[in-house]
């Protein structure tokens, strides 16, 4: 298009108005055509496709890696540092979460009393008198990059994407803010920041686990209750889990197919 | 369940006021093109006195359906993304087309159903009006009769294409709620139908008002036969209306379904006020009584009663459709997708997307109706007064020839 | 039928529809030729998104180092922990993330890493908590401390307890090395 525009620039006294209707018309349908199909025509000179890659990673390459997320709700003791370290390594503004952890008290009479005071940032404490509890546990919850992922499917700009290691991502700088993948998620995953004013979700620490580091909450959680893997790879731990575990996922009835499985849920949680 | 619990990120309501503004908006302008079309398409005759009316008042409302997006968006200068870039996975995306589509077809009607009294005043008028009326003539002055004919065809095409034009602008942001499987109070294959039909009801109303205004303001006489047919119509929408809202809730409670234990109480306790007194009883069943009245007694009635009556119906009618609008948007985020508990909403007054916002966008679309109608009037048209002839009088265009009124035919 | 026979047969009557959709079509024609000239390079490279956006979300900053880190610089405690039941406990759950304290890249020290002093810290992990599981080492604070004279000081577990390695006599240097 530029090129033909050029042209034009090169020889504008020898065009007679027929001529230079005829050419403006084709500069019009070129660039119609440009507007239709826009990636094919930009990215139609780079024959070779660039591979996003971290800074001093040349030989990450994306398609060697599907990421998986495991959390064992058996063996989570609601300390909280995971939440902690999320806020500080993503910069999550108060009052909303990435990841929270969740306490669940059942009684003997089956009453579910379910808090997250700050999402468990702070830990936990003894709780209310007057509640006995039978049994109870903690639940990390965070978004499950979800392989059927209805937010994705309802951003209408493209701002919202999934890459090829099935990491769930928001694009801040396309993001128009309209909040519908936030009332997409099932599980409540997302929220628009009040400063960017877009809206944001976990990323599995992307910038992490493409340089080889584990995502900030896995590597702060001190009972390896939450456990990151590749399931391209051959002895991954997490891959071995999901060969040889029992493993659930939240709210399997809706068919988002999550990534992030878990191990010892019980019926109350959703 | 006495125990509630949020998930920690569902403290906050993030479709606001505004976005409960926008499909009553958007329903207005469906609704109002549907009486239109009534009018222009079906041949409904007594339905002349607002046909030009129902057109400008859609038109003046979707110039503005798009205001409390705006006003709602954390980015509205990306709001062109969604043209730019539509993902059409995403039922949003259809937003741009969808809405461009609507606002040329409402503009090309517009335009045709005028352009006999636009070219009238580009006659007649002097300076920068002038211009104006030459420009919206495009310049082309022919009010043969030929041209008007084929005009009153494409008039009657159009707004056929505008019926399931409206369906599509309304049902498409019904479906914005019923196809997310996360809500449950959203998640139903009704919810288009519903809003579509609350669109047509709060359309209808909406004229009622507006034309009962404007013929108190102008000082004449209001065409009682037209008031008596959209009270009927009104009467008939509302019926269905209300009845798919009502199977709908009735459907989830005797299924007792797992989102009934949230949905049962959302009803009952925290939408109490706007689902059962608003919704229910002052806004459906008051209404229907009045209208029943109307419509069954019609002849009995002295012909304020019946102003009054519809007048009232049609306010009780616009309150039931803007509160079944707040008890979707709101009612659907009050609860915590964790299904255990609820949060509270209170728009405050002055806040970005507050109350007074959403009554400035209220107004906005009635302040645009006044200032087309200053233009191109509603009420008295040129080509009616001065040469005596409608071009949309009724559907007997057969030929090119017979475009002149007939004598003693409807005027 | 009568309405494209009219239409095609007598042209002059149809003239302002031919300008009408001239105009919608040169509408059309500027929205496309906008489009083109906003539309980011790299959207569609890799699916219907940004592409660029990837390498954008990659490049973020690290404020969390990997575990071993502060080994590089405190070889003693990291020891001392690492032998310790706190082994799997990373040093920066309870200080802070190595962002507030080391620039890695520049090699630049920038702060104080925080230290907490409180039972809270201990309490997070260790408070008898019935939705705690079983076998993990769980404290009834007033059980625990009838016997402590200074039970109410916010500081009473680091009386008995090293932080680094919590066993009581399976303890290495208390203080920071430098």
């Given at each position: 298009?530029?090129?033909?525009?050029?042209?034009?620039?090169?020889?504008?006294?020898?065009?007679?108005?027929?001529?230079?209707?005829?050419?403006?018309?084709?500069?019009?349908?070129?660039?119609?055509?440009?507007?239709?199909?826009?990636?094919?025509?930009?990215?139609?000179?780079?024959?070779?496709?660039?591979?996003?890659?971290?800074?001093?990673?040349?030989?990450?390459?994306?398609?060697?890696?599907?990421?998986?997320?495991?959390?064992?709700?058996?063996?989570?003791?609601?300390?909280?540092?995971?939440?902690?370290?999320?806020?500080?390594?993503?910069?999550?503004?108060?009052?909303?979460?990435?990841?929270?952890?969740?306490?669940?008290?059942?009684?003997?009479?089956?009453?579910?009393?379910?808090?997250?005071?700050?999402?468990?940032?702070?830990?936990?404490?003894?709780?209310?008198?007057?509640?006995?509890?039978?049994?109870?546990?903690?639940?990390?919850?965070?978004?499950?990059?979800?392989?059927?992922?209805?937010?994705?499917?309802?951003?209408?700009?493209?701002?919202?994407?999934?890459?090829?290691?099935g990491v769930v991502l928001v694009d801040d700088k396309r993001c128009v803010g309209c909040g519908y993948c936030v009332q997409a998620c099932p599980y409540g995953s997302r929220f628009l920041n009040p400063v960017t004013k877009t809206a944001e979700k976990c990323t599995w620490c992307y910038h992490r686990i493409t340089r080889g580091l584990k995502p900030a909450c896995v590597q702060a959680c001190p009972v390896g209750a939450r456990m990151f893997g590749d399931v391209k790879?051959?002895?991954?731990?997490?891959?071995?889990?999901?060969?040889?575990?029992?493993?659930?996922?939240?709210?399997?009835?809706?068919?988002?197919?999550?990534?992030?499985?878990?191990?010892?849920?019980?019926?109350?949680?959703? | 369940?006495?125990?509630?619990?949020?998930?920690?990120?569902?403290?906050?309501?993030?479709?606001?006021?505004?976005?409960?503004?926008?499909?009553?908006?958007?329903?207005?302008?469906?609704?109002?093109?549907?009486?239109?079309?009534?009018?222009?398409?079906?041949?409904?005759?007594?339905?002349?006195?607002?046909?030009?009316?129902?057109?400008?008042?859609?038109?003046?409302?979707?110039?503005?359906?798009?205001?409390?997006?705006?006003?709602?968006?954390?980015?509205?200068?990306?709001?062109?993304?969604?043209?730019?870039?539509?993902?059409?996975?995403?039922?949003?995306?259809?937003?741009?087309?969808?809405?461009?589509?609507?606002?040329?077809?409402?503009?090309?009607?517009?335009?045709?159903?005028?352009?006999?009294?636009?070219?009238?005043?580009?006659?007649?008028?002097?300076?920068?009006?002038?211009?104006?009326?030459?420009?919206?003539?495009?310049?082309?002055?022919?009010?043969?009769?030929?041209?008007?004919?084929?005009?009153?065809?494409?008039?009657?095409?159009?707004?056929?294409?505008?019926?399931?034009?409206?369906?599509?602008?309304?049902?498409?942001?019904?479906?914005?709620?019923?196809?997310?499987?996360?809500?449950?109070?959203?998640?139903?294959?009704?919810?288009?139908?519903?809003?579509?039909?609350?669109?047509?009801?709060?359309?209808?109303?909406?004229?009622?008002?507006?034309?009962?205004?404007?013929?108190?303001?102008?000082?004449?006489?209001?065409?009682?036969?037209?008031?008596?047919?959209?009270?009927?119509?009104?009467?008939?929408?509302?019926?269905?209306?209300?009845?798919?809202?009502?199977?709908?809730?009735?459907?989830?409670?005797?299924?007792?379904?797992?989102?009934?234990?949230?949905?049962?109480?959302?009803?009952?306790?925290?939408?109490?006020?706007?689902?059962?007194?608003?919704?229910?009883?002052?806004?459906?069943?008051?209404?229907?009584?009045?209208?029943?009245?109307?419509?069954?007694?019609?002849?009995?009635?002295?012909?304020?009663?019946?102003?009054?009556?519809?007048?009232?119906?049609?306010?009780?009618?616009?309150?039931?459709?803007?509160?079944?609008?707040?008890?979707?948007?709101?009612?659907?985020?009050?609860?915590?997708?964790?299904?255990?508990?609820?949060?509270?909403?209170?728009?405050?007054?002055?806040?970005?997307?507050?109350?007074?916002?959403?009554?400035?966008?209220?107004?906005?679309?009635?302040?645009?109706?006044?200032?087309?109608?200053?233009?191109?009037?509603?009420?008295?048209?040129?080509?009616?007064?001065?040469?005596?002839?409608?071009?949309?009088?009724?559907?007997?265009?057969?030929?090119?020839?017979?475009?002149?009124?007939?004598?003693?035919?409807?005027? | 039928?009568?309405?494209?026979?009219?239409?095609?047969?007598?042209?002059?009557?149809?003239?302002?529809?031919?300008?009408?959709?001239?105009?919608?079509?040169?509408?059309?024609?500027?929205?496309?030729?906008?489009?083109?000239?906003?539309?980011?390079?790299?959207?569609?490279?890799?699916?219907?998104?940004?592409?660029?956006?990837?390498?954008?979300?990659?490049?973020?900053?690290?404020?969390?180092?990997?575990?071993?880190?502060?080994?590089?610089?405190?070889?003693?405690?990291?020891?001392?922990?690492?032998?310790?039941?706190?082994?799997?406990?990373?040093?920066?759950?309870?200080?802070?993330?190595?962002?507030?304290?080391?620039?890695?890249?520049?090699?630049?020290?920038?702060?104080?890493?925080?230290?907490?002093?409180?039972?809270?810290?201990?309490?997070?992990?260790?408070?008898?908590?019935?939705?705690?599981?079983?076998?993990?080492?769980?404290?009834?604070?007033?059980?625990?401390?009838?016997?402590?004279?200074?039970?109410?000081?916010?500081?009473?577990?680091?009386?008995?307890?090293?932080?680094?390695?919590?066993?009581?006599?399976?303890?290495?240097?208390?203080?920071?090395?430098?």
């Amino acid at each position: 298009m530029n090129k033909k525009e050029g042209k034009i620039d090169e020889k504008p006294e020898e065009m007679g108005r027929r001529d230079f209707i005829k050419k403006g018309c084709e500069i019009a349908a070129g660039t119609m055509f440009v507007g239709l199909l826009p990636f094919k025509s930009a990215r139609a000179e780079k024959e070779v496709e660039r591979i996003p890659r971290p800074e001093g990673h040349p030989d990450y390459n994306w398609e060697d890696h599907l990421y998986a997320y495991v959390i064992d709700t058996r063996k989570c003791i609601g300390c909280g540092m995971c939440v902690q370290a999320c806020r500080k390594e993503n910069n999550v503004p108060e009052g909303f979460y990435r990841t929270w952890v969740e306490r669940y008290e059942v009684s003997a009479e089956d009453a579910i009393k379910v808090d997250s005071p700050h999402g468990g940032e702070n830990g936990f404490t003894a709780d209310t008198p007057g509640f006995n509890v039978s049994k109870g546990y903690f639940v990390p919850k965070m978004c499950n990059h979800c392989s059927n992922s209805p937010c994705t499917q309802v951003c209408p700009v493209g701002a919202s994407y999934k890459t090829k290691e099935g990491v769930v991502l928001v694009d801040d700088k396309r993001c128009v803010g309209c909040g519908y993948c936030v009332q997409a998620c099932p599980y409540g995953s997302r929220f628009l920041n009040p400063v960017t004013k877009t809206a944001e979700k976990c990323t599995w620490c992307y910038h992490r686990i493409t340089r080889g580091l584990k995502p900030a909450c896995v590597q702060a959680c001190p009972v390896g209750a939450r456990m990151f893997g590749d399931v391209k790879k051959e002895d991954d731990p997490v891959r071995k889990i999901l060969a040889k575990e029992r493993i659930q996922v939240l709210q399997p009835e809706k068919l988002t197919k999550p990534t992030c499985f878990y191990i010892g849920l019980d019926k109350g949680v959703r | 369940m006495e125990y509630s619990f949020l998930f920690p990120n569902d403290m906050h309501i993030h479709w606001s006021l505004m976005i409960v503004m926008y499909p009553y908006i958007t329903g207005l302008v469906a609704g109002a093109f549907v009486v239109s079309a009534l009018y222009h398409v079906f041949n409904i005759e007594v339905l002349k006195p607002v046909g030009r009316l129902a057109l400008l008042a859609s038109f003046a409302f979707l110039c503005f359906a798009t205001l409390p997006l705006l006003n709602h968006l954390g980015h509205p200068e990306r709001a062109m993304n969604i043209m730019m870039t539509p993902n059409f996975s995403s039922a949003m995306a259809g937003f741009g087309i969808i809405y461009n589509f609507y606002l040329l077809l409402l503009t090309l009607e517009v335009w045709l159903v005028y352009r006999v009294d636009i070219i009238e005043f580009a006659k007649t008028s002097r300076g920068l009006k002038r211009l104006l009326y030459k420009t919206l003539a495009l310049g082309v002055y022919n009010v043969s009769p030929q041209a008007l004919a084929l005009d009153h065809k494409l008039i009657k095409i159009l707004a056929a294409i505008g019926i399931p034009g409206a369906c599509l602008l309304h049902g498409y942001v019904g479906f914005l709620f019923g196809a997310l499987k996360a809500n449950p109070w959203w998640s139903t294959p009704l919810m288009p139908i519903i809003f579509l039909f609350s669109a047509v009801v709060s359309g209808v109303a909406l004229l009622i008002i507006v034309y009962q205004l404007c013929m108190k303001v102008r000082g004449e006489p209001i065409d009682q036969n037209c008031l008596s047919a959209m009270a009927r119509l009104l009467w008939l929408f509302m019926t269905i209306s209300v009845s798919l809202e009502l199977l709908e809730i009735i459907t989830l409670a005797y299924e007792q379904a797992e989102e009934w234990e949230v949905i049962g109480p959302l009803l009952s306790h925290q939408l109490s006020f706007s689902f059962i007194s608003l919704q229910l009883i002052i806004g459906a069943l008051i209404p229907f009584i009045l209208l029943m009245i109307l419509t069954l007694m019609n002849r009995y009635l002295h012909e304020r009663v019946r102003n009054t009556l519809s007048f009232v119906a049609s306010l009780l009618l616009l309150i039931q459709v803007l509160s079944m609008r707040w008890n979707v948007v709101i009612g659907g985020q009050i609860f915590s997708k964790s299904f255990r508990g609820f949060r509270d909403y209170q728009p405050h007054f002055l806040e970005k997307e507050g109350i007074l916002a959403a009554v400035i966008i209220f107004i906005l679309p009635f302040i645009l109706l006044y200032v087309i109608n200053r233009f191109l009037p509603a009420f008295d048209s040129p080509s009616a007064s001065h040469n005596g002839h409608d071009p949309l009088k009724n559907g007997t265009f057969d030929s090119p020839a017979c475009c002149y009124p007939k004598a003693g035919g409807p005027s | 039928m009568d309405f494209w026979k009219g239409a095609f047969v007598s042209l002059r009557h149809t003239k302002h529809y031919f300008r009408a959709v001239f105009l919608i079509i040169g509408a059309l024609f500027a929205f496309f030729i906008v489009r083109a000239f906003l539309l980011p390079g790299s959207f569609g490279e890799f699916g219907y998104y940004r592409g660029d956006n990837v390498a954008e979300q990659m490049a973020k900053p690290v404020r969390f180092a990997a575990r071993e880190a502060c080994a590089d610089c405190h070889g003693d405690i990291w020891k001392t922990h690492q032998s310790g039941s706190h082994a799997p406990v990373q040093c920066q759950n309870c200080h802070d993330a190595l962002a507030v304290h080391f620039d890695v890249e520049k090699g630049e020290f920038i702060g104080k890493m925080p230290i907490q002093r409180t039972s809270k810290l201990c309490l997070r992990c260790h408070d008898d908590l019935p939705s705690r599981p079983d076998g993990f080492p769980k404290i009834d604070l007033e059980d625990h401390l009838k016997d402590i004279p200074d039970a109410h000081k916010p500081e009473v577990c680091f009386q008995c307890h090293q932080p680094h390695s919590p066993k009581i006599g399976d303890q290495g240097p208390v203080t920071r090395d430098q």
